[in-house]
């Protein structure tokens, strides 16, 4: 006859499943009562197998069936060691997981910290962030163009030119930004930015440029239906061809509710 014991796994099992002898039926129903540590243990075998019943027949693999065959065989411990999260709760969990991050990525990265900026795109500046899809090679400048504009001046914030270019193994080449702004869209050029020389390396691979202003004509104003333009070139007396990555940078600029 059984005795006080630790909990056998496979006891439990074939106790549940109607496996055991009368008397060994009859000591182990005597554990399960009045020791709570197998009282736990038929409870969580239990619940397993509820689990495991509500699977639908054809969500059932060939590997998740070896899975669940090879648990069995290992007599390994039931409960928060063995029980596997409910199949609606993980889908929940991998809802939340997936959705959560991206909208606060796409809540920040949008307009971190209330900064507007203006990205370069194949086909000129835009407000929204994206890939302009290829690279594109540049034998002396490109200039980008963006929409009309309308904000309110922030002198406060911030602003400044990223962008990134490579001269793959052409030796000394360099590349130069300008900035125009047009603040009410008469055509007149109000403030225009010249940024320092940036110098490639002779190396395949992006690099990555934030100059800093060189010279600076005009003052910023309030946008009424204005227009940015954004010029990288080869400066004066320098060697041709470059390349734009397909995300070729942003212009940062100190307005509010830049629309």
């Given at each position: 006859?059984?005795?006080?014991?630790?909990?056998?796994?496979?006891?439990?099992?074939?106790?549940?499943?109607?496996q055991l002898s009368p008397t060994?039926?009859?000591?182990?129903?005597?554990?399960?009562?009045?020791?709570?540590?197998?009282?736990?243990?038929?409870?969580?075998?239990?619940?397993?197998?509820?689990?495991?019943?509500?699977?639908?027949?054809?969500?059932?693999?060939?590997?998740?069936?070896?899975?669940?065959?090879?648990?069995?065989?290992?007599?390994?411990?039931?409960?928060?060691?063995?029980?596997?999260?409910?199949?609606?709760?993980?889908?929940?969990?991998?809802?939340?997981?997936?959705?959560?991050?991206?909208?606060?990525?796409?809540?920040?990265?949008?307009?971190?910290?209330?900064?507007?900026?203006?990205?370069?795109?194949?086909?000129?500046?835009?407000?929204?962030?994206?890939?302009?899809?290829?690279?594109?090679?540049?034998?002396?400048?490109?200039?980008?163009?963006?929409?009309?504009?309308?904000?309110?001046?922030?002198?406060?914030?911030?602003?400044?030119?990223?962008?990134?270019?490579?001269?793959?193994?052409?030796?000394?080449?360099?590349?130069?930004?300008?900035?125009?702004?047009?603040?009410?869209?008469?055509?007149?050029?109000?403030?225009?930015?010249?940024?320092?020389?940036?110098?490639?390396?002779?190396?395949?691979?992006?690099?990555?440029?934030?100059?800093?202003?060189?010279?600076?004509?005009?003052?910023?104003?309030?946008?009424?239906?204005?227009?940015?333009?954004?010029?990288?070139?080869?400066?004066?007396?320098?060697?041709?061809?470059?390349r734009v990555s397909g995300t070729?940078?942003?212009?940062?600029?100190?307005?509010?509710?830049?629309?």
């Amino acid at each position: 006859m059984i005795t006080r014991a630790d909990v056998d796994d496979e006891l439990v099992s074939a106790y549940m499943d109607g496996q055991l002898s009368p008397t060994e039926e009859k000591a182990v129903a005597s554990l399960v009562q009045t020791d709570q540590s197998w009282a736990e243990r038929l409870d969580a075998f239990q619940q397993d197998a509820k689990r495991l019943r509500k699977l639908p027949v054809q969500e059932l693999t060939d590997q998740m069936r070896e899975q669940i065959l090879a648990l069995s065989d290992s007599n390994l411990p039931a409960g928060a060691e063995r029980r596997r999260v409910p199949r609606f709760r993980r889908r929940w969990m991998l809802l939340i997981a997936v959705v959560v991050p991206t909208v606060f990525t796409l809540l920040f990265f949008s307009n971190p910290n209330d900064i507007s900026r203006l990205y370069l795109k194949k086909d000129g500046l835009e407000l929204q962030a994206g890939r302009s899809i290829l690279d594109e090679d540049i034998e002396s400048s490109k200039t980008w163009l963006s929409p009309k504009l309308w904000g309110k001046y922030a002198p406060e914030d911030t602003s400044g030119l990223g962008f990134q270019v490579d001269a793959e193994e052409l030796e000394d080449r360099t590349v130069q930004g300008e900035v125009e702004y047009d603040f009410d869209g008469d055509g007149k050029v109000d403030r225009r930015e010249l940024y320092e020389v940036a110098e490639l390396d002779a190396r395949k691979g992006w690099e990555r440029f934030e100059p800093e202003l060189e010279k600076v004509e005009g003052d910023f104003k309030e946008f009424i239906g204005g227009e940015v333009r954004v010029t990288l070139r080869v400066p004066p007396g320098g060697k041709k061809n470059f390349r734009v990555s397909g995300t070729p940078g942003e212009l940062i600029v100190p307005y509010r509710g830049l629309r």
